[in-house]
Nanobody, 114 residues
Framework: QVQLVESGGGLVQAGGSLRLSCAVSRSILSISAMSWYRQPPGKQRELVAAITIDGSSNYAGSVKGRFTISRDIAKNTVYLQMNSLKPEDTAVYYC????????WGQGTQVTVSS
């Protein structure tokens, strides 16, 4: 099992930046992949970015070049740096851990005003 706690969401103007954090209750090197998902209002949850156990990362096309996923192994924390934010990035952002079964955090709201 694993517990995930997200933080760092908030309200920001278009063009601004936010950094989300996901605190993980166990070594992230024991987890095959850590991911960030988001769920915009009235829409389905979608994958934003993922980082695998070997450090490889991938991104949704809509955020590539603007968002960066990273991790601090010593702190068991995964980050999502979000730059050049757009109103369409408004969503609840969730951290997820892949352990055969996907575990989820409680989510953090990101609102981008135009």
């Amino acid at each position: 099992q694993v517990q995930l706690v997200e933080s760092g969401g908030g309200l920001v103007q278009a063009g601004g930046s936010l950094r989300l954090s996901c605190a993980v209750s166990r070594s992230i090197l024991s987890i095959s992949a850590m991911s960030w998902y988001r769920q915009p209002p009235g829409k389905q949850r979608e994958l934003v970015a993922a980082i695998t156990i070997d450090g490889s990362s991938n991104y949704a096309g809509s955020v590539k070049g603007r968002f960066t996923i990273s991790r601090d192994i010593a702190k068991n924390t995964v980050y999502l740096q979000m730059n050049s934010l757009k109103p369409e990035d408004t969503a609840v952002y969730y951290c997820s851990a892949s352990l055969g079964y996907n575990y989820w955090g409680q989510g953090t709201q990101v609102t981008v005003s135009s």
